[in-house]
């Protein structure tokens, strides 16, 4: 790895980035949103937590002529959940707002509930509440888990996971480099099966288009391909390229991965100057990024 680069934990997998880069990162976890909550200290968490309940009993269901409020519920570790209803002219669904406190981060994790699976959903939540774990700034866990951010799930059990990380670079403000992945239930067909993908960046946008490559790019044991597209218009070079990885179905270990680089802007006609010197310093960034894609070692248990 590059002396200026850094490792970067995201899910189950490891991907290497210039540390200048601007970082954004989302996590989902069978397919509910997990957010990160700036929090001081526990007191903190407990005002956030009390401000949600108070706004629940102070909203009313309009059907029930009552609070949308239902009951708290609390869990291991300090986490609790808020039951409310979900809509305010609805009996169909409850939603949770699971407030999970992991050492001294916490996150919240809120979704719809039928009421069939009322109990089911709180014992999963309850059990998730003692398999989450606090990570220090910049640490590369080991063993098995999803990472989110400064938190990780330690389970090996199967869930859809899903997360997203997207890069800007220094001195680049056209570039934007976004990675993908899915863990899911069934396997689609590949990138270059398919129409579209990096093509559809550049299609009917830009003159003078030209693939660069084209091609399968296996990264260690994970099977992908890619097509690397650019074109010039008005003098300026731009770039759409795509990677993808198929996976394998109900695998944490081989999930869907995607990772795209797009440099070009919404109006040719005011391009600015070439993000890239040269087609070869466009590839080499990619390269170095997508070729340091790897599992975690330990990470799906």
Not at 229 to 238: D, E, I, K, L
């Amino acid at each position: 790895m590059k002396p200026d680069w850094i490792t970067r934990a995201i899910g189950r997998h490891l991907v290497n980035l210039p540390a200048s880069a601007k970082l954004s990162e989302t996590y989902t976890l069978n397919k509910v949103k997990i957010e990160p909550l700036l929090i001081r200290n526990h007191q903190h968490f407990e005002y956030i937590v009390d401000m949600r309940e108070a706004e629940l009993k102070n909203t009313l269901h309009r059907k029930r002529k009552e609070a949308m409020f239902i009951e708290l519920i609390k869990h291991p570790n300090g986490s609790v959940t808020l039951v409310s209803w979900s809509d305010p002219a609805s009996e169909e669904l409850y939603i949770f707002d699971t407030y999970f406190q992991i050492g001294t981060k916490a996150i919240k994790y809120s979704g719809d509930v039928d009421p069939d699976i009322k109990q089911k959903i709180l014992d999963h939540h309850g059990r998730l509440s003692q398999e989450w774990r606090e990570l220090k700034p910049g640490e590369i866990p080991e063993g098995t888990g999803f990472v989110a951010g400064d938190v990780m799930l330690v389970d090996k059990r199967f869930n859809l996971e899903d997360w997203s990380l997207s890069a800007r670079f220094a001195g680049k403000p056209d570039v934007n480099f976004i990675m993908y992945g899915f863990a899911r239930r069934t396997v689609k067909p590949g990138l270059r099966e398919r129409a579209g993908g990096a093509t559809g960046f550049l299609a009917g946008v830009l003159t003078g288009k030209s693939t660069l490559r084209s091609r399968a790019h296996p990264v260690g044991p994970i099977e992908g391909d890619e097509i690397l597209m650019a074109a010039t218009q008005n003098g300026r070079r731009s770039y759409g390229f795509k990677w993808e990885a198929p996976g394998k179905a109900s695998s944490l270990a081989e999930p869907y991965l995607i990772a795209d680089l797009t440099d070009g802007i919404q109006d040719p006609e005011a391009a600015g100057p070439t993000s890239f010197k040269d087609d070869d310093e466009a590839l080499a960034l990619w390269d170095e990024i997508i070729d340091s894609i790897r599992l975690r070692p330990g990470a799906a248990g």
